[in-house]
């Protein structure tokens, strides 16, 4: 590389791949960083959704053992899980739950992840194939 001036410009290529590095390293940065949050979203949706499914599953089996105990279990499970029962509704052998998990994303915010689970006898359901 030479420090003669363009004949065109008057100026010189000095620091041009300093700015272009500089560049590549924020648009590199700026992907790690939203992987790393796409990353955290999606495990705190799979955290939600298996004690979403641990909560039902629960709930309906304290049901059918002991009727009135599904939300009370329902509860017990979520908090040793780290979860919020937001919702919980018992009728007959089915329990249907719904469940949030507060993400802590430091400057980004602290959405709240909500999934959802039913569970009960599975006696009278239409499966494909059944006729």
Known sequence: MTDRPSPRTGRT?????????????????????LGVLWAAVSVAHHRA???????ALSAAQAQQSD???????ATRITDAQGVSLKYCHAEADTVTVAVTVRL????????????????GPIEGADWPGDG
């Open 13 to 33: 290529d000095r620091g041009s791949a300093t700015l272009l590095s500089l560049g590549i390293a924020a648009v590199l940065l700026g992907a790690c960083v």
């Open 49 to 55: 959704d298996t004690a979403a499914d641990l909560a």
């Open 67 to 73: 009727p009135g105990q599904a939300c009370t279990t």
């Open 104 to 119: 802590h994303l430091g400057v980004f915010g602290t959405p709240l992840v909500t999934s959802g689970a039913r569970a």
